[in-house]
């Protein structure tokens, strides 16, 4: 067994504004997903209190990539979700 460790390649480097916040908004939901799984399987209150304000983070993010994609990007509301 190799690890296998993050690197730029993970990093998706579209062409078009509007591809990459479709990229950027689906790896914060993703990420969402993945820490909420994560506070389902720990136990430890602390861990899952400092998951609960990573969350709340990537929930700000989610935000704003939506806020700029309505901004600049036609038609996001026709393909949103």
Not at 27 to 35: D, L, R, S, T
Not at 40 to 51: C, E, S, T, V
Not at 54 to 71: R, T
């Amino acid at each position: 067994y190799f690890p296998v460790y993050w690197n730029a390649s993970y990093v998706y480097y579209g062409v078009e504004v509007c591809d990459r916040l479709t990229a950027d908004i689906a790896g914060e939901k993703e990420a969402i997903q993945n820490y909420r799984k994560h506070q389902d399987l720990i136990a430890d209150p602390y861990i899952r209190q400092l998951l609960e304000r990573i969350i709340m983070d990537e929930e700000h993010h989610l935000k704003l990539f939506y806020q700029v994609a309505a901004k600049y990007c036609p038609r996001w509301e026709e393909v949103r979700d």
